[in-house]
């Protein structure tokens, strides 16, 4: 009786096991996906924020622990990354056609693995951006940096340099990502370079050296649905293009350490506020890491500023008001991306339209009428007033993503924003039938487990897969020993036999 419950016991938990851990393999492929095709989107972006990978300082505080904390925290974040670069899980219309695939034996499976893939093409990232604190310190030395580097590109592998596969149907027609391979944006963050008092020419050189500029625009054709395929001078007219503009935000607010980087900086933000004015047509997508600037009780953090005594700035968990507004108003985001709060945020900034104003950098003690002209209001996504498109004509309309952290303890999040050029309807709505096209974007948070649920499924492998390997010893044992029991019983009864005759 007792064995018999405890073999119902052991099947039971594998079986929870089993179920379990697919279930932890594939979560995020099961629970999140792009809303829109591939082909109707020219921009689909994955993005992750604050991994603040940690290493010798926290071996040092808690030893042979932190060791193996480390090891999890890695294996946990290149599971998010494998599984969010990865197609999202394919329809019932592939499904279909992978079955009939299956049978279809006789046929020339390069052949039909090409025609499912023109019929379904895969839901394929574009873009991926880890937006800042891709490290936990910015006083780390040089080796330690070399060590993180190291760990850091073997979680986030850049697309480019190892071509990641998109699995199919029961691993069926496996191959390389189809077309281009997806843009790695790495935005620096505070705990990569410093704040305005620590900053440096040597840490941001540091920083540079291994993930790029620090200030940076990277260019996407948005596709002109609007052109008249008989128009024979259609190839003379410039396509309009999205700017993904990478901004380095510790080094707006001042003064700062180093204030020739500071103004670097701010040459740089100045000769792209001008993309709007020489390229009406084209579209902003702004990523950073220090968020813009809103009241308190909208977000998680609340603004807040620790000052050195120099004035150059210890920590902050927003911009300015003066720099949030300037860069609304002169820039002309559309859409933007940033981290730094752990808790993530939604929300919309809200401004009449109003005159154009001069293109000056703001100063820090001039009151906010004097740098923007206007009072912008910023509302939690969920309960913005004005949900549609009619009641937000005349109005000047951003929405701020600010991406929750990816570590374990704040859930592993990510975030799918991709971008398409609206249907007619919806520009009709705009009266926009003749002008250029409007662009539509749409982001999608999607969350992972915690780390207590993952060492949970961990322990319970573990356990399962020691009890079925003691089984099996067991069974070893009991063969070897009843074998041996029956030899002797063998030999008396040859011996019996032979002595008869």
Known sequence: MLARVIRIVLWALTVAAILATLLLQNYARISCHWRWTSK????????????????????????????????????????????????????LGIISSYFAAITAWGDDHDQVNAQIHQQHPNQSPTHVSVLGDLFSSQWIGDQEFDIRLARYRSIFQDPAVVPQKAPSLLGLFSKDILNSHPVLINVTGNHDIGYGNDISQTRLDRWERVFGKSNFIS????????????????????????????????????????????????QFIEDAAGIKDRHPRDKIVLLTHIPFHKEKGICVDEPD???????????????SPNTSYWILDHLKPDFVLNGHDHFGCDVTHVKDRVEELPLNEP??????????????????????????????????????????????????????????????PMRESHGQEQGPPEVEF????????????????????????????????????????????????????????????
Not at 227 to 237: E, Q, R
């Open 40 to 91: 109707d989107t020219f921009l689909r972006m994955v993005v992750f924020a604050d991994p603040q990978m940690e290493g010798d300082s926290k071996i040092e505080r808690l030893g042979k622990r932190a060791v193996v904390d480390l090891a999890f925290n890695d294996a946990y974040m290149r599971h998010i990354y494998r599984s969010m670069m990865a197609p999202s899980w394919p329809s």
């Open 363 to 424: 100063q820090d003690d001039q009151p906010n009428e004097l740098s923007t002209g206007a009072t912008w209001k910023t509302y939690a996504t969920f309960s913005l007033p004005m949900q549609d498109a009619e009641a937000r004509r005349g109005l000047s309309v951003v929405r701020e993503i600010t991406q929750r952290s990816m570590m374990a303890e704040f859930g592993g999040y990510s975030g799918l924003l991709e971008a398409r050029v609206a249907p007619s």
């Open 305 to 319: 500023t620790r000052l050195h005594w120099d004035n150059t700035i210890l920590e902050q968990t927003m911009l």
């Open 442 to 501: 749409h982001y999608t948070a999607c969350a992972f487990y915690r780390d207590l649920l993952v060492w949970v499924v961990i322990v319970v492998d573990a356990i399962v897969i020691g009890a079925w390997a003691l089984v099996v010893l067991y069974k070893m044992v009991m063969f070897i020993v009843t074998r041996s029991s029956n030899r002797p019983v063998q030999a008396a009864t040859s011996d019996k036999k032979l002595k008869t005759l």
């Open 219 to 266: 260019l996407v054709d948005i596709p002109d649905t609007t052109a008249s395929i008989d128009d024979s001078d259609s190839s003379n007219i410039p396509g309009s293009r999205l700017h993904l503009v990478v901004l380095n935000t510790m080094l707006l607010d001042g003064p700062a350490s180093d204030e020739n980087l500071r103004n670097q900086t701010w």
